[in-house]
């Protein structure tokens, strides 16, 4: 890339949005980190870089979604027929490819200007390297959306609140709909209560009694309950990143 063979270039990707501090930066404050980072980093001395480019690339980074596969295939079709024309990277092919990726991509549209007939697609669709995000079934992402909502961490205040609330409301109105009604049979079994909740009997006074316990025990119930579930979700979630991290490390391995 360079026409000295004594000297190189070296290239520095900084990710940033179009727009922010970063990207209005002036190209003289980037060289400069850029100098900076490669001094840092023991690459090279910073009076050793004789010279520096800023190319501010917008849209770098393919965005997915459902119907991708359909559009890219539209524009596909269209370009198979256009001679002499080579797509390449990340946004030519609208494809996240790994920056080596991208760059066989561009030496094998220059082998294939020069004679070669590369099918260029093919580039970085191995499984291994593959990092395209596959188009989901409906079923699938609805399976995925449920995962989530269950693996959500539940709000142990608002859990305990609300079973409480209910708990406490419930026996209230049961209470003061037998204390109503009367009769032998008016509540034989929600009687019982008064065993546990002392204090507590079929009356409108009773009813606030055994509200106020119903309040209580719900309310230790629901958090005890939100509590113990997030414990065992965070657990859960731990294993899983455990065995990926063990299986990232062993693929890092393999390749010594």
Request: with cysteine; net charge negative.
């Amino acid at each position: 890339m360079v026409p000295d063979e004594g000297k190189t270039c070296l290239g520095l990707e900084y990710f940033c949005f179009e727009g922010d501090s970063f990207w209005t930066s002036s190209d003289n404050d980037l060289i400069e980190l850029g100098k900076k980072e490669l001094e840092f980093l023991g690459l090279v001395t910073a009076n050793e870089v004789e010279d520096g480019l800023v190319v501010r690339m917008p849209k770098a980074y393919p965005i997915y979604d459902s119907a991708y596969r359909e559009s890219l295939g539209v524009v596909r079709t269209f370009l198979k027929d256009v001679r002499n024309f080579q797509v390449v990277g990340r946004n030519g092919m609208h494809k996240y490819n790994n920056q080596d990726h991208s760059m066989l991509t561009a030496m094998l549209a220059a082998e294939n200007i020069l004679g070669s007939h590369h099918d260029l697609w093919k580039v970085n669709t191995e499984q291994e390297h593959h990092e395209e995000i596959s188009a989901e079934s409906e079923e699938q992402a609805a399976l995925k959306m449920a995962f989530a909502g269950l693996t959500h961490r539940i709000d142990q205040l608002g859990m305990a609140t609300a079973l409480g609330a209910v708990a406490g409301l419930l026996t209230f109105a049961a209470t003061v709909w037998l204390s109503i009604i009367g009769g032998q049979d008016r509540g034989f079994h929600l009687e019982l209560l008064g065993q546990y909740f002392w204090g507590y009997s079929i009356t409108v006074k009773g009813a606030l009694i055994g509200m106020g316990y119903s309040f209580f025990w719900g309310f230790l119930f629901g958090w005890l309950f939100a509590y113990l579930r997030n414990l065992f979700f965070a657990f859960f979630l731990y294993l899983v990143k455990r065995k990926e991290e063990l299986l990232t490390f062993k693929d890092f391995l393999d390749h010594f």
